[in-house]
């Protein structure tokens, strides 16, 4: 297992509790100070990454302020222009919707129709110049239009735009919230999810319910009492037939997203009949059939002792069986597998250490040890599927994946590209250690 330093991309002046990625190169986290009059501020910031030839770097691209309401979880969707943020503040789920727009070099929103007159009109222009134009100056002046188009599509903010250079200026807007946890004392919405389609969203709160919404209208569609005490995580399968969650009760549950029935428990023998708690849990794809999909979670035990360790568990949920398990020195905060299903990263809660592994086997790949000051809050991969406003995905590592914590940084890890050989330099290798071994017999005349 490969051993890294990370690298510290940003700190922010608020911790951080959620991260999300917009598109395979803009990076959305959010966190805060709580309500209490503190100085500490709660919002979002978004960012850009990008990569010189040598070395990760992000820009700041936007901020926005939530007031009192710190942003404790949140998920989002991509879809074209459209990008939309749930996030979790008290005991309600806000949402928001990031519009990017393309602007002109001197940062005015660029227009699509006044930019389409002035191109017909520019076009109508050249064709009655070249209609009174003998051959050899039409000749001469196509030549010129064809420099000076070339000069504009260089300039032009939308082309520059399209190859993630720095011409879109992204713009918070706020609409619906909706109430999500109830009950008494001071109850907060602990997680939101949106299925893949996302068509449905989920969220659990303290008071140990499971709620099913409509998206993006959030109409609810299913209440659920789901657990006895509160709900650390939920996610839904790659389908969005089934959700799964995980509370302090310890109970992990896996539910029918039509009709809100109970599927099935999931359970395991626990070492040494100690208790353990479910804390993180999250699907993936199986590479090798898009059908299935896996299920990761996290647990630790109730009470720290030498005898107890933490565990990354790997379930075949339709079985209902444990198939894997990686034991852990500590306890563990935080999980997240790729898009593609082929890694996860399991970040932990004392040493603030990152951890990535081979989805399938988890076969350790990569530690980075005290990647943070404090626990780990969040992970989340870089995208190895294309999404909104990318050209590619990444090629530069085999995997990247970010992490942040309440010590206020957003940390990159990436796994280095593992080193192969062809097929022809193999069979010739080979064939050159044959002749080699041949020629040493005859010279010794064996």
Request: a positive charge; proline letters at 3%; one cysteine or more.
């Amino acid at each position: 297992m490969a051993k890294s330093t990370g690298v510290v991309l940003a700190k922010v002046n608020f911790p951080l509790y959620t991260i999300q990625m917009v598109t395979s190169h803009h990076i959305l986290v959010g966190g805060g100070g709580g309500s209490a009059k503190t100085g500490v501020a709660n919002g979002f910031e978004l960012f850009e990454l990008s990569h010189d030839g040598k070395h990760f770097y992000i820009e700041d691209k936007v901020r926005h302020d939530t007031g009192d309401n710190v942003v404790m979880n949140c998920d989002i969707h991509s879809s074209g222009s459209n990008i939309y943020v749930v996030a979790g503040q008290e005991n309600s789920n806000q949402m928001y919707k990031i519009c990017p727009e393309i602007i002109q070099m001197n940062g005015v929103p660029k227009s699509d129709g006044q930019s389409n007159e002035t191109t017909d009109s520019s076009i109508r222009k050249r064709k009655e110049k070249e209609n009174s134009m003998d051959k050899k100056k039409k000749e001469s002046k196509n030549e010129k239009v064809k420099k000076s188009n070339k000069v504009k599509d260089e300039d032009d903010p939308t082309v520059n735009a399209l190859d993630g250079t720095k011409n879109i200026k992204f713009v918070f807007k706020t609409f619906d919230s909706v109430l999500t946890v109830s009950g008494e004392g001071d109850p907060l919405q602990r997680v939101v999810r949106l299925s893949r389609m996302a068509n449905y969203m989920v969220t659990g709160g303290t008071d140990g319910h499971l709620r099913l919404w409509s998206f993006p209208k959030m109409k609810q569609l299913l209440h659920i009492e789901a657990h006895t005490k509160e709900v650390d995580d939920v996610d839904f399968s790659i389908s969005g037939e089934q959700i799964v969650s995980i509370a302090k009760d310890g109970k992990a549950f896996v539910w029918n997203c039509k009709n809100g029935t109970l599927c099935k428990e999931l359970t395991w023998t626990t070492p040494g009949n100690l208790k353990y708690l479910f804390k993180r849990c999250r699907y993936g794809l199986v590479e090798d059939n898009p059908k299935k999909n896996r299920l990761f979670t996290l647990v630790n035990p109730l009470i720290q002792s030498r005898k107890g360790v933490s565990f990354l568990q790997q379930w075949d949920v339709d079985a209902g069986q444990l198939c894997l398990a990686r034991e852990m020195s500590e306890s563990l905060s935080a999980l997240a597998v790729r898009d593609d299903g082929r890694y996860v990263a399991v970040g932990t809660m004392f040493t603030g250490s990152v951890f990535v592994y081979i989805a399938f086997s988890l076969q350790p790949l990569l530690h980075v040890p005290h990647a943070h000051n404090m626990f780990v809050t969040g992970l989340e991969f870089i995208p190895a599927l294309p999404k909104a406003f990318t050209l590619a995905p990444s090629t530069i590592s085999e995997a990247a994946v970010l992490s942040i914590s309440v010590d206020n940084r957003v940390c990159l890890h990436s796994l280095p590209h593992r080193c192969t050989i062809s097929v022809q330099c193999a069979l010739l290798l080979v064939f050159v250690v044959v002749i080699i071994t041949f020629a040493l017999l005859t010279l010794l005349d064996l």
